[in-house]
């Protein structure tokens, strides 16, 4: 994939940690095209509700509405959805969960910002 093609990717990435949204939407910023911020998976809902994205990257433990019954939702209504959850929990049967659940790929926390452009490539090539 060229630089071209990421600089039109619509991207809605949800995290509710202030600190860690910020850099890594400075970080994606440089990179992608449309990036829309959301704290929780309720409002990223919302906004999903009104605009259309190419892919979703989510955090899974956040207030309100947790990224995997979120993720559900949205897959629901758009099953190609491409979606990158971000993590701190290793858990093999959570990830299987995950997975079920229609996820694309995820990246660890702390994010690894190669890691994270490079899966970003891998699956909207």
Do not use: R, W
């Not at 009104?50 to 509405?65: A, C, G, H, Q, Y």
């Amino acid at each position: 994939m060229d630089i071209e093609k990421l600089k039109t990717l619509s991207v809605l990435y949800i995290e509710d940690e202030l600190e860690l949204q910020e850099v890594t939407c400075n970080f994606l910023q440089d990179f992608l095209g449309k990036i829309t911020v959301a704290s929780n998976g309720e409002e990223a809902l919302s906004i999903f509700e009104k605009e259309e994205f190419d892919l979703i990257i989510t955090d899974i433990n956040m207030p309100k509405v947790d990224g995997l019954e979120m993720m559900k939702i949205m897959k629901k209504s758009n099953p190609e959805l491409k979606v990158i959850v971000t993590t701190a929990y290793n858990h093999q049967e959570k990830i299987d969960e995950l997975f079920n659940a229609g996820m694309s790929e995820y990246i660890m926390k702390p994010i690894d910002f190669t890691k994270l452009m490079e899966t970003i490539i891998k699956i909207t090539a």
